[in-house]
């Protein structure tokens, strides 16, 4: 049998790591072109009226996502108010209105949360949108895009009603919670958010969520209602996320300053936030890819350029 020489060895070795290399060179690469092309899920939340607890669900569906292993962003649409801020008991220095009119770093303007969200002080940061040039809109562009890269889910907390400030982001959405409560004047704007979307976005999943329920019954009710009217003269339905029960503990929670998830983690309400995250994370009623935040932000730029 022919020996081979201590240099065929050596070279037979050196081709397998050399190989080994290539592999692994290439399963690198594959994971770096899987990241960069990574688009967070975008969810726009929003609701017909102001008080029905909106931001809260944004907050502690945010931090419920975040303690499932998921990183998440909430971007404080709310034009008007900083209630973001408020329940976080956090008062940021810079906003998206600094980062369009300044030469901020996206980094500069992501605040850390509790458990591990970021946050975004939106201020008038996306009505000033309409104000940039091409060449400024795309450097701002450039810099949000990044958080396709820093979260799987961005949250963006819209303002309450249908103001042309707060369907902005409705039709720039594909997806949107609607929250409401089982009080008439609420369920009535909901509807009138709903009529909205399905008109000028035909692309966007709706789903509901029911907030200071009594129990499930109440919850069938008012998802009833809201589904007989939106089939009758939308023609369409809406599929409801879960309810919410009135819960002391969230009121006690907001005069703390601090999110009932962290406030008070077994408490009724927690434990509908934790149903609620986990029919978003089981997927089954949104199909669509995810876009990110660069095909968001966009749409709304082109929203408020037409006239």
Do not use: W
């Not at 980094?107 to 940061?125: C, H, M, N, R």
Request: charged share 20%.
């Amino acid at each position: 049998m022919a020996k081979t020489s201590p240099a065929s060895d050596q070279a037979d070795k050196l081709r397998k790591i050399v190989r080994s290399l290539r592999e692994k060179s290439g399963s690198i690469m594959d994971r770096a072109v899987q990241k960069s092309i990574n688009r967070a899920r975008l969810i726009a939340v929003t609701s017909g009226k102001g008080g029905v607890g909106k931001t809260s669900i944004t907050v502690n569906l945010a931090i419920q996502l975040c303690r499932s292993g998921h990183r998440v962003v909430i971007i404080d649409g709310d034009l008007g108010l900083a209630n973001v801020e408020v329940i976080l008991g956090m008062v940021p220095r810079y906003s998206m209105y600094d980062l369009l009119n300044s030469k901020l770093d996206l980094s500069d303007v992501l605040i850390e949360g509790p458990a591990g969200i970021k946050f975004i002080s939106g201020g008038t940061g996306i009505v000033e949108l309409a104000n940039l040039g091409r060449q400024e809109f795309d450097r701002i562009l450039c810099s949000m895009a990044a958080l396709d890269n820093y979260a799987d889910f961005i949250l963006v907390d819209t303002g309450a009603g249908i103001s042309s400030g707060v369907t902005g982001f409705l039709l720039a959405a594909r997806e949107v919670i609607l929250v409401t409560t089982p009080e008439p004047t609420s369920i009535t704007d909901a509807y009138a958010v709903l009529k909205v979307i399905s008109q000028n976005n035909a692309n966007c999943s709706v789903r509901l969520i029911l907030n200071m329920v009594e129990g499930p019954r109440e919850a069938e009710d008012v998802l009833g209602r809201l589904n007989t009217a939106a089939e009758r003269f939308l023609g369409t339905g809406i599929k409801s996320l879960g309810y919410l029960v009135r819960d002391p503990a969230v009121g006690r929670a907001t005069k703390m300053q601090t999110p009932f998830m962290v406030a008070f983690p077994n408490c009724a309400a927690a434990r509908g936030i934790g149903r609620i995250a986990g029919r978003i994370l089981d997927n089954t009623e949104y199909h669509m890819e995810s876009e990110g935040v660069k095909d968001f932000l966009t749409r709304i730029y082109r929203s408020l350029i037409t006239p």
